[in-house]
């Protein structure tokens, strides 16, 4: 299994940008795919972006054109480019890293887009 940290959350007007970082740790070699997901209040939990170890992206229609899903793999980490923010985006932001049995989760980071 792996472990995951977000990092990058915070507060930005509408129009803003954010760059949030997540950081795995364990057995990162077993990792088949990365994402990013995200948790208005009061609505459940949903899909930003995710990145296969082949490459492929797939992003929700929300945010494409606007948010980028990157890895480093030299440093174990996964990003999300945050850009032209709206104050709908606002949520705590999840990491999530899938291998062939498990799904492991950060604790989150919270970004707030003000109008």
């Known amino acids: 299994q792996v472990q995951l940290v977000e990092s990058g959350g915070g507060l930005v007007q509408a129009g803003g940008s954010l760059t949030l970082s997540c950081a795995a740790s364990g057995d990162v070699s077993s990792i088949l795919n990365m994402g990013w997901y995200r948790q208005a209040p009061g609505k459940q939990r949903e899909m930003v972006a995710t990145?296969?170890?082949?490459?492929?992206?797939n992003y929700a229609d929300s945010v494409k054109g606007r948010f980028t899903i990157s890895r480093d793999n030299a440093k174990d980490t996964v990003y999300l480019q945050l850009n032209s923010l709206k104050p709908e985006d606002t949520g705590v932001y999840y990491c999530n890293a899938g291998g062939d049995e498990y799904d492991s989760w950060g604790q989150g980071t919270q970004v707030t887009v003000s109008s």
């Open positions: 990145l296969s170890n082949s490459g492929t992206t």
